[in-house]
């Protein structure tokens, strides 16, 4: 799949995604991330990890430029998240599609060319092509034909993965892509996420998962406000974890704490 549009460093400073200062994001009145300041480079695998209801999915969201910058600022693609929306495909956690709505995996899939050939232009080879491959890339081929009310959580999932991959953007937000999945779709999108198949795009994805933190290229920690930020050696060491999750959690939570060999023994940095 070839990606079309802006070179992946173009317009950025030092080939950064995203640059925050004395960033404040809200809900009303209720502050779901309070004054942080980090960045997010624009290559490789991010993973934002925090317990729930931290401010991790409010982030994807601001990065998206769904949610406005309250105080400080955030700039995105060398600019306001708003105009780098062309630029990035947002994958959400889960969608709820009504049982009455015919819409089938090619459809849906196919929904990601929208963007790019408007709403009622019909497809040429090229997008046709596009929706082919993320499907095939996805494992969902043979889902094609099928409603989306008729897929398992995991298949709707690779399904939603694929229509980012055939928006064809450079950057890709997904939020908690994971969780709770069936093992081969975890696989499916586990590989697309640190395997050949991400063909240089840069990816933010949002978990709860240590593990998955550690295989990230860099580590953003939030916990109502950015805790720490780097490399995973930097961030996922003891202290931060206790500041975001709680001293009580550690102690009771081993599987979040085993290391990638699941070593029972092993001791946090």
């Not at 993320?134 to 939603?160: K, P």
């Not at 969780?179 to 991400?198: C, P, Y």
């Not at 290229?217 to 930097?234: C, F, K, M, N, Q």
């Amino acid at each position: 799949m070839s990606l079309v549009g802006r070179a992946p460093h173009e317009g950025c400073g030092a080939g950064l995604l995203a640059e925050a200062t004395d960033l404040v994001l809200r809900y009303g009145n209720h502050t779901a991330l309070a004054r942080s300041t980090f960045t997010i480079p624009l290559d490789g695998v991010t993973a934002v990890i925090g317990p729930n209801g931290s401010g991790k999915s409010t982030l994807l969201h601001a990065l998206a430029g769904l949610v406005p910058v309250a105080e400080g600022r955030l700039r995105v693609l060398g600019g306001d998240p708003r105009a780098a929306r062309d630029e990035i495909s947002y994958v959400l956690q889960s969608t709820v599609v009504p049982h009455s709505t015919p819409i089938t995996v090619r459809e849906t899939v196919g929904m990601g060319r929208y963007p790019r050939v408007g709403l009622f232009r019909r497809f040429g080879r090229a997008d046709r092509a596009q929706v082919a491959e993320a499907m095939r890339r996805m494992g969902i081929e043979n889902l094609a034909g099928r409603h989306l009310h008729e897929l398992s959580g995991g298949q709707r999932q690779r399904v939603y993965v694929a229509q980012g991959l055939a928006q064809d953007h450079w950057v890709m937000l997904l939020d908690e892509p994971l969780t709770g999945l069936d093992l081969v779709s975890a696989r499916t999108i586990d590989g697309l996420i640190h395997g050949d198949g991400r063909d240089g795009r840069t990816v933010v994805l949002t978990t709860h998962d240590l593990n998955e933190a550690r295989a990230a290229d860099h580590v953003i920690l939030v916990s109502g406000r950015v805790v720490a930020s780097g490399s995973p050696e930097t961030v996922c060491n003891r202290q931060n974890l206790e500041v975001a999750f709680g001293l009580g959690s550690l102690h009771g939570w081993g599987g979040f704490l085993d290391d990638p060999a699941h070593d029972p023994h092993h001791t946090l940095p």
